[in-house]
Nanobody, 126 residues
Framework: QVRVVESGGGLVQAGGSLRLSCVAS????????MAWFRQAPGLEREFVAA????????GYAEFVKGRFTISRDNAKDTVHLQMNSLEPEDTAVYYC???????????????????WGQGTQVTVSS
């Protein structure tokens, strides 16, 4: 089994920054694509950003382009999401997701991700 754990959420003022981290452990037999999704109260979970297995290809939702950056450290099986210029609309629970072993390319569809963390709350005050 693979375990995914997020950290780094918190309360920040509009315009501020936060850095989320996600660590995978367990039967991680290969580096695979990983992603961040988020879910605001009363809304469906939505794609935020993703990175392929080697970190060379990334994808972002339109509403975070230019503000968020996803990166990974395969030596530590860790993915980060640097979030700058945060807005109150970014308030949500942020989830890290990992594709199954040997799935190297990222996807924007949450159904393509097998392993999910418990989520970390990000609250942006105005």
């Amino acid at each position: 089994q693979v375990r995914v754990v997020e950290s780094g959420g918190g309360l920040v003022q509009a315009g501020g920054s936060l850095r989320l981290s996600c660590v995978a452990s367990g039967r991680t037999s290969s580096n695979v694509a990983m992603a961040w999704f988020r879910q605001a109260p009363g809304l469906e979970r939505e794609f935020v950003a993703a990175v392929n297995w080697n970190g060379r290809t990334t994808g972002y939702a339109e509403f975070v382009k230019g503000r968020f950056t996803i990166s990974r450290d395969n030596a530590k099986d860790t993915v980060h999401l640097q979030m700058n210029s945060l807005e109150p609309e970014d308030t949500a629970v942020y989830y890290c997701a990992r594709r199954p072993n040997y799935s190297y390319n990222y996807s924007e569809n949450e159904s393509d991700y097998t392993y999910w963390g418990q989520g970390t709350q990000v609250t942006v005050s105005s």
